[in-house]
T-cell receptor
Framework: DTAVSQTPKYLVTQMGNDKSIKCEQN?????MYWYKQDSKKFLKIMFS???????INETVPNRFSPKSPDKAHLNLHINSLELGDSAVYFC????????????FGPGTRLTVL | KNQVEQSPQSLIILEGKNCTLQ??????????LRWYKQDTGRGPVSLTI?????NTKSNGRYTATLDADTKQSSLHITASQLSDSASYIC????????????FGKGTKLSVKP
């Protein structure tokens, strides 16, 4: 029944490592997003994908790369992790671009040591 | 500059009391305004969504209002319950094809017994 799921829920890793976070939605939505929520709880959009095309790409480091193998998945790859990457990352999906309600996943708490 | 400001930053109320959260925005062009509830450790969940022509929208004990002239919105919670303790985030969608979302920083509500 889970609409938007993310794995893993927690991720602890060392600086310099490469890691991935997976996201899947079973709502049949055509747009998926990645958000970063920092320690001050401020949500900031990182990427969105619509029909396998990147339509929003905020000023995030190119160490972050979204990959969408199909419409139901949008994975986030992070290379050369830095301390400042520690945050909670949320995946979300919606039906029509940014004008429809977004459904969020449970979040992945990333801690970089 | 497109911004969403929320007040207060945090609020503590007693169970059973009512409260009102405020959201002011300077987003243009405007498409819609959403209120999200985010429980600790969870992803945000949509409560209401209002377009330019809608003045009020209810979802159970939650009632949102929108004044598009003054660019203000409020979220009123009636007969608060302990489970209402969460962060409430105001989000405004930019008009246009990309529909970028502008997030407020949220109001952290604590309901005490």
């Amino acid at each position: 029944d889970t609409a938007v799921s993310q794995t893993p829920k927690y991720l602890v890793t060392q600086m310099g490592n490469d890691k991935s976070i997976k996201c899947e939605q079973n709502l049949g939505h055509d747009t998926m997003y990645w958000y970063k929520q920092d320690s001050k709880k401020f949500l900031k959009i990182m990427f969105s994908y619509n029909n396998k095309e990147l339509i929003i790409n905020e000023t995030v480091p190119n160490r972050f790369s979204p990959k969408s193998p199909d419409k139901a998945h949008l994975n986030l790859h992070i290379n050369s992790l830095e301390l400042g990457d520690s945050a909670v990352y949320f995946c979300a999906s919606s039906q029509v671009g940014g004008s429809d309600t977004q459904y969020f996943g449970p979040g992945t708490r990333l801690t970089v040591l | 500059k497109n911004q969403v400001e929320q007040s207060p930053q945090s609020l503590i109320i007693l169970e059973g009391k009512n409260c009102t959260l405020q959201c002011n925005y300077t987003v243009s062009p405007f498409s819609n305004l959403r209120w999200y509830k985010q429980d600790t450790g969870r992803g945000p969940v949509s409560l209401t969504i209002m377009t330019f022509s809608e003045n009020t929208k209810s979802n159970g004990r939650y009632t949102a209002t929108l004044d598009a002239d003054t660019k203000q919105s409020s979220l009123h919670i009636t007969a608060s319950q302990l489970s209402d303790s969460a962060s409430y985030i105001c989000v405004v969608t930019l008009g246009g094809s990309q529909g970028n979302l502008i997030f407020g920083k949220g109001t952290k509500l604590s309901v005490k017994p």
